[in-house]
């Protein structure tokens, strides 16, 4: 049985791995010249950055990998646990360190906000639980019919899913800016957490439960020890290997073709963006509109810069939040305009990896959360607007965490919404895909399989269970599940 895996993103490198595992002979194309899809690396003037996903979480799922491979992650990547998981910054005197460790989590919310120890206590075994059911039970579990949704319905009743995550934080502790540190997690998969239900508030749990790490050597020395494994057991890798079109006997799957070539295949699966696929890929104009209703993530504005110093009393992850956390999420989500305010990611890989940087200096990575493109915020006005928003992002950066930043700059590049869209295919620059909701989770979120083209399967933020590396890597494992089952 062959299969082809269109595109090397986490959740393409898993399918490919799990698919390969599972005895297919399985081919995989991707259009960049190198693997990793947002996952992916670049190096310049010694400095190395990670272009997307930096925090590794739930590393278990990594592992299941490689134990289907018969072999150990470890033999691939080192995984290098980060402490804190984040600080969280608002002002010079309003510093949280979110960490692992329970007692020192304790203490630091004694120290924050002493009135919300016994809130917050009460709020952990609530993520427990949420955990507990929407993680261990349901996670790779695959939604494709209606009545799976029905079944889990109750438990999620109880649970309060149709609350948002921030309503539901609020509902235990009191402190405006302890709320925000509790209720962050879902922007980093794209959602807003006045709107996210609530069942991501699971994200706490998985990381007090797993930690927070970095692969040695960055995201992208994670991707290739991934993309090495999957070659180990036999998997073929083409790069520079843009897929033209799925390839369709009727309505039946029967393979690619890839700059002019078919390749023929019994399956195919598709890690690319889901709007692309069918609007690209496959032309189908019912989809493609019945896609373009849907809500779409926010995107990112990201810079990417070395500086010829170090910063030694820096976190790893350290989140800059706004002046006005509520006020700066509707303009992102409601109004889609760019707000004067920002609240930023600082990502400082040094800290934890030193060979990140030439001897004696540091790479950096910021993003700023914005709106995905629209008719106002096209192409045309980020190539304006560019260099002026990349100032304004050094300016809180220089206010903040990195004073004389700009005295020690020596390389910077910056990525915008236009820049997802034109390299990631991603719909309106969206860097999540459709955006977490309820009534876009589960059954209601993009299939795993294809309903109307027998042999098409998805993996990737734009099905379930979402966005994350957790979220992708576990949907190429319900995809498989749903590719063993029928092959059986």
């Known amino acids: 049985m062959k299969a082809v895996v269109i595109g090397s993103g986490f959740g393409g490198l898993a399918a490919a791995i799990r698919l390969q595992a599972l005895g297919y002979q ?15 690396s670049f190096t ?11 925090v590794i979480t739930a590393p278990e799922s990594l592992e299941e990998l490689a134990t289907l491979c018969g072999k150990k992650l470890s033999d691939y990547v080192e995984l290098l646990p980060v402490e804190p998981m984040y600080r969280l910054w608002w002002d010079q005197k309003s510093v949280f360190n979110y960490a692992q460790d329970w007692e020192h989590t304790l203490q630091e919310i004694v120290r924050f906000a002493p009135e919300d120890l016994a809130g917050y206590e009460r709020f952990f075994a609530y993520s427990k639980k949420v955990f507990d059911k929407g993680y261990t039970e349901l996670v790779a579990v695959p939604f494709l019919h209606f009545s799976d949704m029905l079944r889990v319905a109750p438990d999620l009743l109880k649970l309060r899913a149709y609350r948002s995550v921030y309503k539901t934080v609020a509902s235990f502790v009191k402190n405006e800016r302890l709320r925000q540190a509790l209720s962050f997690h879902t922007l980093l998969i794209g959602g807003n957490p006045y709107a996210t239900s609530s069942i991501y508030t699971l994200i706490h749990y998985l990381e007090k439960k797993w930690g927070v790490f970095f692969p040695r050597g960055g995201t992208g020395a994670l991707v290739r020890g991934l993309g090495q494994m999957f070659q180990d057991i036999g998997g073929k890798i083409h790069l520079n290997a843009a897929v033209d079109d799925i390839l369709l006997d009727g309505k039946r799957v029967k393979g690619v073709r890839v700059s002019g070539q078919e390749v023929l295949a019994d399956i195919v699966v598709s890690n690319a963006d889901i709007m692309h696929t069918y609007k690209d890929l496959l032309q189908d104009g019912k989809k493609t509109r019945q896609l373009a209703r849907k809500d779409w993530s926010m995107s990112l504005f990201l810079v990417y810069f070395g500086l010829k110093k170090t910063y030694p009393d820096l976190a790893h992850h350290t989140i800059i939040f706004g002046h006005d956390y509520k006020k700066l999420l509707d303009s992102i989500f409601k109004k889609r305009t760019i707000s004067e305010d920002c609240a930023l990611y600082l990502h400082a890989p040094c800290r934890t990896d030193a060979t990140m940087a030439p001897p004696g200096c540091e790479s ?40 004389g930043l700009r005295q020690s700059l020596d390389f910077v590049r910056i990525t915008t919404p236009r820049d997802f869209e034109k390299n990631l295919m991603a719909y309106r620059g969206s860097a999540f895909s459709l955006t977490p909701s309820l009534i876009q989770s589960a059954w209601f979120r993009m299939s795993n399989k294809d309903p109307d083209y027998e042999g098409l399967y998805f993996v990737g933020a734009g099905v379930h269970p979402g966005a994350g590396v957790p979220g992708v890597v576990n949907s190429a494992k319900a995809t498989v599940s749903v590719i063993e089952n029928e092959r059986t």
Request: charged share 25%; proline share 5%; glycine share 10%.
């Open 364 to 403: 950096f990575y910021v993003l700023s959360a914005v709106p995905h493109m629209t008719d106002m915020l096209d192409a045309a006005y980020w190539e304006r607007e560019k260099e002026a928003y990349c100032d304004h992002i050094f300016d809180r950066l220089e206010a903040t965490v990195l004073p």
């Open 44 to 54: 310049e003037k010694g400095y190395i950055f990670d272009c997307g996903p930096t």
């Open 26 to 40: 399985v081919s995989l194309y991707e259009r960049m010249g190198v693997l990793g899809g947002r996952g992916a």
